[in-house]
Protein backbone atom coordinates (compact mmCIF):
# COMPACT_ATOMS: atom_id res chain seq x y z
CA UNK A 1 0.00 0.00 0.00
CA UNK A 2 1.33 2.92 -0.93
CA UNK A 3 2.61 5.50 2.26
CA UNK A 4 0.01 7.81 1.83
CA UNK A 5 -2.73 5.79 1.55
CA UNK A 6 -1.61 4.50 5.29
CA UNK A 7 -1.67 7.94 6.47
CA UNK A 8 -4.66 8.99 5.13
CA UNK A 9 -6.54 5.67 6.97
CA UNK A 10 -4.52 6.64 10.22
CA UNK A 11 -6.07 9.88 9.93
CA UNK A 12 -9.23 8.98 9.31
CA UNK A 13 -9.20 6.90 12.10
CA UNK A 14 -7.99 9.53 14.71
CA UNK A 15 -10.58 12.08 13.89
CA UNK A 16 -9.87 15.98 14.04
CA UNK A 17 -7.69 17.27 16.02
CA UNK A 18 -9.46 20.98 15.92
CA UNK A 19 -11.33 21.58 19.24
CA UNK A 20 -14.96 22.28 19.04
CA UNK A 21 -14.81 25.66 20.55
CA UNK A 22 -16.52 28.44 20.06
CA UNK A 23 -19.38 26.05 18.70
CA UNK A 24 -18.99 23.55 22.29
CA UNK A 25 -17.39 24.53 25.61
CA UNK A 26 -13.53 24.85 25.53
CA UNK A 27 -11.75 22.06 27.60
CA UNK A 28 -10.41 23.90 30.73
CA UNK A 29 -7.52 22.78 32.65
CA UNK A 30 -8.74 22.47 36.50
CA UNK A 31 -5.04 24.34 37.65
CA UNK A 32 -5.67 27.27 34.99
CA UNK A 33 -5.74 30.75 36.11
CA UNK A 34 -8.53 32.89 35.21
CA UNK A 35 -10.29 35.77 36.43
CA UNK A 36 -9.30 36.86 40.57
CA UNK A 37 -11.38 36.30 43.03
CA UNK A 38 -12.01 37.79 46.75
CA UNK A 39 -13.58 36.51 49.42
CA UNK A 40 -14.76 39.82 51.54
CA UNK A 41 -15.02 37.16 54.57
CA UNK A 42 -11.76 36.08 54.89
CA UNK A 43 -9.84 39.00 54.11
CA UNK A 44 -7.87 40.72 56.86
CA UNK A 45 -7.02 43.97 55.08
CA UNK A 46 -3.49 43.06 54.95
CA UNK A 47 -2.37 44.25 52.29
CA UNK A 48 0.31 42.19 50.96
CA UNK A 49 -1.45 41.18 47.92
CA UNK A 50 -1.20 44.55 46.88
CA UNK A 51 2.62 44.34 47.28
CA UNK A 52 3.02 41.47 45.38
CA UNK A 53 0.92 42.33 42.50
CA UNK A 54 2.92 42.50 39.39
CA UNK A 55 0.37 44.45 37.16
CA UNK A 56 -0.47 46.68 40.61
CA UNK A 57 -4.04 45.32 39.95
CA UNK A 58 -5.28 45.61 43.35
CA UNK A 59 -6.36 48.46 45.13
CA UNK A 60 -7.56 48.91 48.64
CA UNK A 61 -8.46 52.03 49.82
CA UNK A 62 -10.60 53.42 53.02
CA UNK A 63 -14.23 54.16 52.05
CA UNK A 64 -15.26 57.86 52.57
CA UNK A 65 -16.87 57.01 55.52
CA UNK A 66 -13.89 55.33 57.18
CA UNK A 67 -16.65 52.10 58.03
CA UNK A 68 -14.50 49.85 56.15
CA UNK A 69 -12.61 49.55 53.28
CA UNK A 70 -12.88 48.81 49.09
CA UNK A 71 -11.04 45.63 47.59
CA UNK A 72 -10.85 46.20 43.82
CA UNK A 73 -8.90 43.87 41.45
CA UNK A 74 -8.75 45.13 37.86
CA UNK A 75 -8.57 42.41 35.86
CA UNK A 76 -7.46 44.55 32.61
CA UNK A 77 -3.92 44.82 34.04
CA UNK A 78 -4.07 41.59 35.84
CA UNK A 79 -1.43 39.04 34.75
CA UNK A 80 -2.85 36.10 36.42
CA UNK A 81 0.02 35.27 37.76
CA UNK A 82 -1.08 33.98 41.00
CA UNK A 83 1.23 36.08 43.40
CA UNK A 84 -1.59 37.38 45.52
CA UNK A 85 -2.93 33.74 45.82
CA UNK A 86 0.46 32.14 47.26
CA UNK A 87 1.34 35.37 49.45
CA UNK A 88 -2.20 36.10 50.92
CA UNK A 89 -2.28 34.41 54.73
CA UNK A 90 -5.49 33.90 54.94
CA UNK A 91 -6.14 32.63 51.45
CA UNK A 92 -8.77 35.24 50.67
CA UNK A 93 -8.12 35.85 47.46
CA UNK A 94 -8.00 32.61 44.77
CA UNK A 95 -7.71 32.54 40.94
CA UNK A 96 -11.30 31.03 39.12
CA UNK A 97 -11.09 29.12 36.04
CA UNK A 98 -13.18 31.95 34.75
CA UNK A 99 -11.07 33.17 31.19
CA UNK A 100 -14.24 34.47 29.45
CA UNK A 101 -12.16 38.01 29.17
CA UNK A 102 -12.74 39.57 25.61
CA UNK A 103 -14.83 42.41 25.91
CA UNK A 104 -16.48 45.91 24.05
CA UNK A 105 -13.91 49.04 24.86
CA UNK A 106 -17.11 50.19 26.63
CA UNK A 107 -17.18 47.85 29.20
CA UNK A 108 -12.99 48.65 29.99
CA UNK A 109 -13.36 49.85 33.45
CA UNK A 110 -16.12 47.31 34.38
CA UNK A 111 -13.75 44.44 34.37
CA UNK A 112 -13.43 44.77 38.39
CA UNK A 113 -13.73 41.80 41.31
CA UNK A 114 -15.43 44.97 43.58
CA UNK A 115 -16.12 44.52 47.02
CA UNK A 116 -16.69 46.54 50.47
CA UNK A 117 -14.91 45.22 53.58
CA UNK A 118 -17.08 46.83 56.76
CA UNK A 119 -14.47 47.37 59.67
CA UNK A 120 -15.59 45.73 63.30
CA UNK A 121 -15.73 47.65 66.41
CA UNK A 122 -13.79 46.84 69.28
CA UNK A 123 -15.93 45.42 71.98
CA UNK A 124 -14.18 47.46 74.76
CA UNK A 125 -13.59 50.92 73.11
CA UNK A 126 -15.40 51.02 69.81
CA UNK A 127 -12.93 51.77 67.65
CA UNK A 128 -12.79 50.36 64.32
CA UNK A 129 -10.52 47.44 63.46
CA UNK A 130 -9.98 44.88 61.12
CA UNK A 131 -11.03 41.28 61.34
CA UNK A 132 -9.50 38.74 62.29
CA UNK A 133 -10.78 35.36 61.08
CA UNK A 134 -11.26 33.11 63.99
CA UNK A 135 -9.41 30.20 61.93
CA UNK A 136 -6.18 32.61 61.70
CA UNK A 137 -6.43 33.64 65.93
CA UNK A 138 -6.62 30.23 66.28
CA UNK A 139 -3.06 29.86 64.67
CA UNK A 140 -1.60 32.55 66.28
CA UNK A 141 -3.07 32.20 69.67
CA UNK A 142 -3.01 28.18 69.71
CA UNK A 143 -0.03 27.74 72.01
CA UNK A 144 -1.35 30.20 74.42
CA UNK A 145 -4.18 30.29 77.25
CA UNK A 146 -5.99 33.08 75.59
CA UNK A 147 -9.18 32.37 74.27
CA UNK A 148 -9.61 33.64 70.69
CA UNK A 149 -13.20 34.09 70.23
CA UNK A 150 -12.65 37.15 72.62
CA UNK A 151 -9.22 37.89 71.72
CA UNK A 152 -10.70 38.92 68.07
CA UNK A 153 -13.20 41.88 69.37
CA UNK A 154 -10.91 43.55 70.55
CA UNK A 155 -8.70 46.23 69.03
CA UNK A 156 -4.67 45.78 69.17
CA UNK A 157 -4.61 48.93 72.69
CA UNK A 158 -7.60 46.64 74.39
CA UNK A 159 -5.62 43.39 73.76
CA UNK A 160 -2.90 45.03 75.41
CA UNK A 161 -4.83 46.21 78.01
CA UNK A 162 -5.92 42.61 78.17
CA UNK A 163 -2.81 40.56 77.88
CA UNK A 164 -1.42 43.01 80.65
CA UNK A 165 -3.81 42.16 83.29
CA UNK A 166 -4.13 38.87 82.84
CA UNK A 167 -0.23 38.26 83.37
CA UNK A 168 -0.53 40.58 86.28
CA UNK A 169 1.73 42.63 85.25
CA UNK A 170 -0.10 46.19 86.38
CA UNK A 171 1.54 47.07 89.50
CA UNK A 172 -0.14 49.37 92.02
CA UNK A 173 2.82 51.40 91.97
CA UNK A 174 2.18 52.41 88.68
CA UNK A 175 -0.78 54.03 87.17
CA UNK A 176 -2.53 51.30 85.73
CA UNK A 177 -4.57 52.90 82.38
CA UNK A 178 -8.00 52.72 82.94
CA UNK A 179 -10.17 50.87 80.29
CA UNK A 180 -12.44 53.15 78.97
CA UNK B 1 -23.42 43.59 -6.53
CA UNK B 2 -26.33 44.58 -3.65
CA UNK B 3 -28.31 40.70 -3.71
CA UNK B 4 -24.53 39.31 -4.19
CA UNK B 5 -23.12 40.98 -0.81
CA UNK B 6 -26.14 40.19 1.16
CA UNK B 7 -25.62 36.37 0.64
CA UNK B 8 -22.00 36.20 0.70
CA UNK B 9 -20.77 35.57 4.21
CA UNK B 10 -18.42 38.05 4.66
CA UNK B 11 -14.93 36.85 5.89
CA UNK B 12 -12.72 39.58 7.70
CA UNK B 13 -8.93 39.49 7.29
CA UNK B 14 -6.94 39.29 10.03
CA UNK B 15 -3.53 41.70 10.85
CA UNK B 16 -1.49 42.18 13.52
CA UNK B 17 0.17 44.67 14.90
CA UNK B 18 3.40 43.80 17.55
CA UNK B 19 3.83 47.07 19.67
CA UNK B 20 6.30 46.50 21.85
CA UNK B 21 5.03 43.26 22.75
CA UNK B 22 6.94 40.82 24.84
CA UNK B 23 5.87 38.70 22.33
CA UNK B 24 3.98 36.09 24.62
CA UNK B 25 0.67 37.61 22.51
CA UNK B 26 1.82 37.23 19.40
CA UNK B 27 2.46 33.57 20.00
CA UNK B 28 -0.74 33.05 21.23
CA UNK B 29 -1.69 34.73 18.26
CA UNK B 30 0.12 32.39 15.90
CA UNK B 31 -1.38 29.29 17.61
CA UNK B 32 -4.72 30.78 17.52
CA UNK B 33 -4.47 31.00 13.97
CA UNK B 34 -1.94 28.33 12.39
CA UNK B 35 -2.30 25.50 14.49
CA UNK B 36 -5.05 22.59 13.49
CA UNK B 37 -6.09 22.63 17.19
CA UNK B 38 -7.83 25.96 17.33
CA UNK B 39 -7.92 26.83 13.69
CA UNK B 40 -9.38 30.68 13.38
CA UNK B 41 -10.19 29.68 9.77
CA UNK B 42 -13.15 27.91 10.72
CA UNK B 43 -14.35 31.59 11.43
CA UNK B 44 -13.59 32.74 8.30
CA UNK B 45 -10.85 34.53 9.09
CA UNK B 46 -7.37 34.70 7.31
CA UNK B 47 -4.21 36.49 8.29
CA UNK B 48 -2.85 38.46 5.76
CA UNK B 49 0.21 40.44 5.24
CA UNK B 50 -0.56 43.68 4.16
CA UNK B 51 -2.66 46.29 6.29
CA UNK B 52 -4.60 47.69 3.55
CA UNK B 53 -6.12 44.16 3.32
CA UNK B 54 -7.19 44.17 6.49
CA UNK B 55 -10.18 44.21 8.48
CA UNK B 56 -9.42 43.38 11.81
CA UNK B 57 -6.57 44.55 13.36
CA UNK B 58 -4.76 42.60 16.79
CA UNK B 59 -2.28 45.00 18.54
CA UNK B 60 -0.08 43.38 20.85
CA UNK B 61 1.82 45.35 23.45
CA UNK B 62 2.53 48.33 25.35
CA UNK B 63 3.05 50.92 22.44
CA UNK B 64 6.86 51.63 23.28
CA UNK B 65 8.09 55.36 22.84
CA UNK B 66 10.28 53.13 19.98
CA UNK B 67 7.91 51.68 17.76
CA UNK B 68 4.74 54.16 18.48
CA UNK B 69 5.07 55.88 15.07
CA UNK B 70 5.75 52.97 13.33
CA UNK B 71 2.92 51.19 14.62
CA UNK B 72 0.54 54.02 14.19
CA UNK B 73 1.28 54.29 10.35
CA UNK B 74 0.40 50.92 9.95
CA UNK B 75 -2.82 51.04 11.52
CA UNK B 76 -3.60 54.29 9.68
CA UNK B 77 -2.99 51.99 6.60
CA UNK B 78 -5.86 49.68 7.79
CA UNK B 79 -8.72 50.78 5.58
CA UNK B 80 -11.98 51.38 7.29
CA UNK B 81 -14.67 50.31 8.70
CA UNK B 82 -11.73 48.46 10.63
CA UNK B 83 -12.20 46.36 14.10
CA UNK B 84 -9.00 46.75 16.53
CA UNK B 85 -8.74 44.40 19.16
CA UNK B 86 -6.33 44.90 21.77
CA UNK B 87 -4.62 41.61 22.92
CA UNK B 88 -3.17 41.12 26.26
CA UNK B 89 -3.36 43.44 29.44
CA UNK B 90 -0.12 45.43 27.67
CA UNK B 91 -2.34 47.22 25.15
CA UNK B 92 -5.40 47.65 27.22
CA UNK B 93 -4.00 49.07 30.44
CA UNK B 94 0.03 48.86 30.02
CA UNK B 95 0.08 45.48 32.38
CA UNK B 96 3.26 45.08 34.09
CA UNK B 97 4.95 47.72 32.27
CA UNK B 98 2.58 50.82 33.20
CA UNK B 99 4.53 53.61 34.27
CA UNK B 100 7.71 52.46 32.60
CA UNK B 101 9.76 55.15 31.15
CA UNK B 102 9.51 54.21 27.36
CA UNK B 103 5.70 53.10 27.38
CA UNK B 104 3.24 55.70 25.70
CA UNK B 105 0.12 52.96 26.12
CA UNK B 106 -2.45 52.69 26.60
CA UNK B 107 -3.03 51.72 22.87
CA UNK B 108 -6.46 53.66 23.57
CA UNK B 109 -4.65 57.00 24.19
CA UNK B 110 -3.89 57.21 20.45
CA UNK B 111 -5.71 54.68 18.62
CA UNK B 112 -9.88 53.69 19.02
CA UNK B 113 -9.80 50.26 20.20
CA UNK B 114 -13.31 48.59 19.91
CA UNK B 115 -12.19 44.81 22.00
CA UNK B 116 -10.06 44.38 24.12
CA UNK B 117 -9.13 40.18 25.39
CA UNK B 118 -6.93 40.99 28.55
CA UNK B 119 -4.71 38.46 30.29
CA UNK B 120 -1.18 38.05 29.92
CA UNK B 121 -1.29 35.96 27.74
CA UNK B 122 -5.08 35.00 26.83
CA UNK B 123 -5.61 31.91 25.75
CA UNK B 124 -6.45 30.87 22.13
CA UNK B 125 -9.68 30.65 22.66
CA UNK B 126 -10.03 34.15 24.89
CA UNK B 127 -8.99 35.63 21.51
CA UNK B 128 -11.36 33.73 19.10
CA UNK B 129 -14.16 34.61 21.72
CA UNK B 130 -12.57 38.15 21.13
CA UNK B 131 -12.45 37.31 17.25
CA UNK B 132 -16.36 36.67 17.27
CA UNK B 133 -17.10 39.95 19.14
CA UNK B 134 -15.04 41.58 16.90
CA UNK B 135 -16.88 40.01 13.79
CA UNK B 136 -20.21 40.77 14.82
CA UNK B 137 -19.15 44.37 15.39
CA UNK B 138 -17.78 44.31 12.08
CA UNK B 139 -20.83 43.24 10.19
CA UNK B 140 -22.79 45.49 12.07
CA UNK B 141 -20.87 48.89 10.92
CA UNK B 142 -20.98 46.96 7.10
CA UNK B 143 -24.50 47.41 7.33
CA UNK B 144 -24.63 50.39 8.57
CA UNK B 145 -21.92 51.95 6.00
CA UNK B 146 -24.44 50.08 2.96
CA UNK B 147 -27.14 51.70 4.59
CA UNK B 148 -25.90 55.12 4.38
CA UNK B 149 -25.49 55.04 0.87
CA UNK B 150 -22.87 55.97 -1.75
CA UNK B 151 -21.64 59.03 -0.10
CA UNK B 152 -20.19 57.49 2.77
CA UNK B 153 -18.77 54.55 1.39
CA UNK B 154 -17.35 56.86 -1.13
CA UNK B 155 -16.17 58.60 1.47
CA UNK B 156 -14.50 55.85 3.11
CA UNK B 157 -12.84 54.16 0.08
S1 LIG C 1 -2.90 37.27 39.75
FE1 LIG C 1 -0.96 38.43 39.81
S2 LIG C 1 -1.36 40.28 38.59
FE2 LIG C 1 -3.37 39.37 39.08
S3 LIG C 1 -4.05 40.42 40.93
FE3 LIG C 1 -2.96 38.56 41.60
S4 LIG C 1 -0.83 39.20 41.94
FE4 LIG C 1 -1.84 40.82 40.71
S1 LIG D 1 -6.75 39.38 50.13
FE1 LIG D 1 -5.30 38.33 51.47
S2 LIG D 1 -3.31 39.32 51.08
FE2 LIG D 1 -4.92 40.68 50.25
S3 LIG D 1 -5.34 42.14 51.91
FE3 LIG D 1 -6.83 40.44 52.09
S4 LIG D 1 -5.88 39.01 53.53
FE4 LIG D 1 -4.23 40.40 52.84
S1 LIG E 1 0.19 40.99 27.90
FE1 LIG E 1 1.80 39.74 28.87
S2 LIG E 1 2.26 38.18 27.33
FE2 LIG E 1 1.16 39.83 26.26
S3 LIG E 1 2.75 41.16 25.46
FE3 LIG E 1 2.17 41.97 27.47
S4 LIG E 1 3.64 41.06 28.93
FE4 LIG E 1 3.72 39.87 27.00
Not at chain 1, 81 to 105: E, F, M, T
Not at chain 2, 3 to 16: D, M, N
Not at chain 2, 110 to 117: A, R
Request: charged content about 20%.
Amino acid sequence: MPRFLKILARNLLKGPSTEAFPFKEAFTPPRYRGKVVMNPNLCVGCGICTHVCPGGAIMMKESEDQNGYYFMVWHNTCAFCGSCRHYCPVKAISLSQDWHNAHYQSEKYRMVEHHFVPYLHCSSCGAHIRRLPPALAARIYSHSSVDPATIIRLCPDCRQLATAKREGEVHESSPAPQQP
Amino acid sequence: MGFLSKIAVRSPWLYRINAGSCNGCDVELATTAFIPRFDVERLGCKYCGSPRHADIVFITGPLTLRVKDQALRVWNEIPEPKITIAVGVCPVSGGVFRGGHSIEGPVDRYIPVDINVPGCPPRPQAIMEGVILARELWLRRLEKLEAGGGERRAALS
